[in-house]
């Protein structure tokens, strides 16, 4: 399993905004969004500290709860370059 790449949670919340994630709601630096997939809501916040990168654990953590396996994510990555 390849390494995931560092990303700021800004980077973050706009792959998960590209897999079709709806931002719900900001308190401070953490946004909350949600997506239907099936019949099960997913929900769960994004920290998003200007200039920092989210940490490899934290970043596992919510691409399981978000469902993204790791090549999505990288592919997801890709689009917002493009």
């Not at 099960?40 to 919510?62: M, R």
């Amino acid at each position: 399993m390849a390494k995931l790449p560092s990303v700021t949670g800004e980077q973050l919340l706009k792959a998960l905004v590209k897999d079709g994630y709806k931002v719900l709601r900001q308190k401070g630096s953490h946004v909350v969004v949600s997506k239907v997939v099936g019949d099960e809501e997913l929900t769960f916040p994004v920290p998003v500290h200007k200039g920092k990168d989210i940490k490899p654990g934290l970043l596992n953590g919510i691409l399981a709860q978000a469902k993204i396996s790791r090549e999505r994510f990288r592919y997801l990555l890709t689009l917002l370059t493009l």
